[in-house]
T-cell receptor, first 114, second 114 residues
Framework: DVKVTQSSRYLVKRTGEKVFLECVQD?????MFWYRQDPGLGLRLIYF???????EKGDIPEGYSVSREKKERFSLILESASTNQTSMYLCASSLTQDMNTEAFFGQGTRLTVV | DQQVKQNSPSLSVQEGRISILNCDYT??????FLWYKKYPAEGPTFLIS?????DKNEDGRFTVFLNKSAKHLSLHIVPSQPGDSAVYFCAASGDTGTASKLTFGTGTRLQVTL
């Protein structure tokens, strides 16, 4: 079974803090994604990566950055956390960009910025 | 602009009856469609998918229908069970060079009552 593991289930951070959300997958997948889920808005793509050190902006990249130094790890960084970044953050991975396949999700990180 | 739309935020169905969840899309470049199920405080789990070369795909109690001319797909669950109560997300991919990037709808909350 594919396993996507996010480092924290719940986080509370203060406005202005730098926040790191970590994600690790164990199936040698090429693609990794960060989404956020908000009520009434569904899942929105923040950033994705299809190879080590490669990254592409998704639909809502403002206020975020990412890092992919190793194939299995994809980090989401909130440079200066704000209250409007309070959300459920979901990491996902999928096999390759060369074919359509499903993405596998982690359990999510509920981030609250106070 | 919302390229994948789920116009019903919620649906209530009696146990044993059919649940029909609907999804519309606007981007004609999408060629692969998926349904995910999500319980509270968990990541989405993949249910079923369909390629644009098909109009139906079945897996046990779950069937997905695709009408390309109408840019519409639906998920049928027969018979519905209480454990099916969750939020269901429709997703689509294929509109970019990175084939596996998924665009999600806003979700439909299904409640299966006894």
């Amino acid at each position: 079974d594919v396993k996507v593991t996010q480092s924290s289930r719940y986080l509370v951070k203060r406005t202005g803090e730098k926040v790191f959300l970590e994600c690790v997958q164990d199936m040698d997948h090429e693609n990794m994604f960060w989404y956020r889920q908000d009520p009434g808005l569904g899942l929105r793509l923040i950033y994705f990566s299809y190879d080590v050190k490669m990254k592409e902006k998704g639909d809502i990249p403002e206020g975020y950055s990412v890092s992919r130094e190793k194939k299995e790890r994809f980090s989401l960084i909130l440079e200066s956390a704000s209250t409007n970044q309070t959300s459920m953050y979901l990491c996902a991975s999928s096999l390759t960009q060369d074919m359509n396949t499903e993405a596998f999700f982690g359990q999510g990180t509920r981030l609250t910025v106070v | 602009d919302q390229q994948v739309k789920q116009n019903s935020p919620s649906l209530s169905v009696q146990e044993g009856r059919i649940s029909i969840l609907n999804c519309d899309y606007t981007n004609s470049m999408f060629d692969y469609f998926l349904w995910y199920k999500k319980y509270p405080a968990e990541g989405p789990t993949f249910l079923i998918s369909i390629s644009s070369i098909k109009d139906k795909n079945e897996d046990g109690r779950f069937t997905v229908f695709l009408n390309k001319s109408a840019k519409h797909l639906s998920l049928h669950i027969v018979p519905s069970q209480p454990g099916d109560s969750a939020v269901y997300f429709c997703a689509a991919s294929g509109d970019t060079g990175t084939a596996s990037k998924l665009t999600f709808g806003t979700g439909t909350r299904l409640q299966v009552t006894l």
